[in-house]
């Protein structure tokens, strides 16, 4: 059965190896060299929303700068750039967070897409002040992949939490 | 009552968040910050980046897997005429080389002759390394590839990365068993050229458009569309006379300079193969301001000692 926002309430609490893994996992995703292929979405900030989104207690701005400069490093990037727009996505996906969740996965999603292009302006700034040249528009097509793989994605995050507490076979979900 | 039983307890953890999150953001973005100019501006975080990418680099090479995969891939299935043109191609080149290999051993040896009956310094031996553009460097801020060969096989940064036609760009980072390479044509990318007709010395900077930007170039210098830009050498690190760039354009900019825009000789974009070359030897250290002898003309013709020698 599909979950729906409206089923919040009967939700487990995650667990935090569970977010940590997922994480990870995303970092992994974000390592995959895939050159100049336009609009590849953003693995990390995805998830990195998702769970600021939905445990703003448990995960905020030190791990959007903790996976922001293993992103900066493994990318070869500018040190700071990843974590500077990741802190300021966590920040924001934090103060949302109580606002998102009453809307259906899709309005979720328009939600989403302006904290990604905040990371992305963010980071073409500070490389534009650093000297680099302009890496063209379509580099900003991935917020707009990453949006629409938030519907999906999130259901996917909440599959472990759906799981009931004990086991019954009589139960719809 | 109640009162006492307060105060001897702490508040229950759900209402102990420590600093507002304000506060923190504030923090950590002056940090990140921090971490850029340090790193945009002065390069003092390379210390830290290797650091942490022994923690990253299993990570990255489970991550690559995949796209090695596909790689080998298409290598696997392409097809039998293309091997066989490719083939045929490679023999004519080679012969091509052959002939010209023969001579140049003969020139070499003649060239080494000379050199010891006049007494020069010995021509510089070449270290040199064969590696293959693995992709694009993921940043798209700027124009860099990755090498599948790294500091495990003699790669260090600063070398010269050239392919058949000419270089394509400067080793700027080395990993354990990779490399990154910035392109000729990256906006930060400097090389020390010289104009092969008319021994001109410049320096080329990547425009960030594709063209090489030769920079101050004077209105009177001998400089003609046309003409091949070759490395000088004069920075120590690259060996001279790589091919670096054809010059498209001579257009006078202001009253003094020309503005000299060349195109790349080499296949910056498409090579795959490409040879890694730098000095076996360091070259020789620059000799120190502090160092310099005070000897002027005046002084040597009156017989001063040196250092007293003072104008009319």
Excluded at chain 2, 44 to 70: C, G, I
Excluded at chain 2, 82 to 99: F, I, K, P
Excluded at chain 2, 170 to 182: A, D, G, K, L, M
Excluded at chain 2, 200 to 210: D, Q
């Amino acid at each position: 059965m599909q979950p729906t926002h409206r089923s919040n309430r009967i939700l487990q609490p995650a667990r935090t190896w569970f977010i940590y893994l997922s994480l990870l996992l995303a970092l992994g995703f974000t390592y995959i060299p895939t050159g100049r292929l336009p609009g590849v979405p953003d693995w990390m900030a995805l998830v990195l929303a998702f769970w600021c989104i939905r445990e703003p207690l448990r995960v905020g701005m030190g791990a959007g700068f903790v996976f922001g400069l293993l992103i900066d490093v493994g990318h070869g990037a500018a040190m700071g750039q990843h974590a500077l727009a990741y802190v300021l996505l966590c920040y924001f996906a934090g103060v949302l967070s109580r606002r998102v969740l009453w809307f259906p996965p899709l309005q979720q999603s328009l939600h989403v897409l302006p904290l990604l292009l905040l990371a992305q302006f963010i980071m073409v700034a500070v490389r534009l002040i650093g000297g680099a040249e302009f890496p063209g528009w379509w580099y900003f097509g991935s917020s707009l992949t990453g949006a629409l793989c938030w519907a999906p994605l999130s259901f996917l995050l909440l599959l472990p939490q759906y799981q009931p507490v004990d086991r019954d076979d009589n139960r719809p979900i | 009552m109640l009162k006492m039983s307060l105060v001897g307890h702490q508040s229950p953890p759900f209402f102990r968040r420590g600093p507002t999150p304000v506060a923190r953001l504030l923090a950590l973005v002056a940090l990140c910050l921090v971490m850029l100019i340090a790193d945009l501006r002065f390069r003092y975080l390379e210390v830290v980046r290797q650091a942490l990418s022994v923690v990253t680099y299993p990570l990255q090479m489970v991550a690559k897997a995949p796209v090695d995969f596909v790689r080998n891939a298409t290598v696997y299935f392409a097809t039998l005429v293309e091997v066989q043109v490719e083939n045929a191609d490679l023999r004519r080149s080679q012969l091509e080389a052959a002939q010209r290999l023969l001579r140049f051993e003969h020139l070499e040896r003649q060239n080494e002759e000379l050199r010891r009956l006049l007494g020069m310094a010995r021509s510089v031996e070449i270290h040199s390394v064969a590696a293959e553009i693995l992709y694009d460097a993921p940043d798209p801020f700027a124009r860099k590839v990755i090498l599948d060969k790294g500091a495990h096989h003699g790669v260090v940064t600063g070398l010269a990365v050239v392919d058949a036609y000419g270089m394509i760009g400067q080793i700027t980072r080395v990993y354990p068993v990779q490399s990154e390479v910035t392109l000729v044509t990256d906006k930060e990318q400097t090389i020390p050229v010289q104009v092969e007709r008319s021994e001109l010395r410049g320096v080329l900077v990547g425009g960030g458009k594709g063209l090489l930007e030769m920079r101050f170039v004077t209105a009177d210098s001998d400089i003609l569309p046309g003409d091949r830009l070759v490395s000088s050498g004069l920075d120590g690190i690259f060996l001279a006379g790589l091919p670096v760039a054809r010059v498209v354009s001579v257009e006078p900019d202001g009253e003094a300079f020309l503005r000299v825009l060349g195109e790349p000789l080499a296949r910056v974009e498409r090579a795959v193969q490409v040879l890694v070359l730098g000095r076996a030897t360091p070259a020789p250290p620059r000799p120190l301001p502090s160092s310099a002898l005070d000897l002027s003309a005046d002084s040597v013709e009156s017989g001063d000692s040196a250092g007293e020698a003072k104008p009319e």
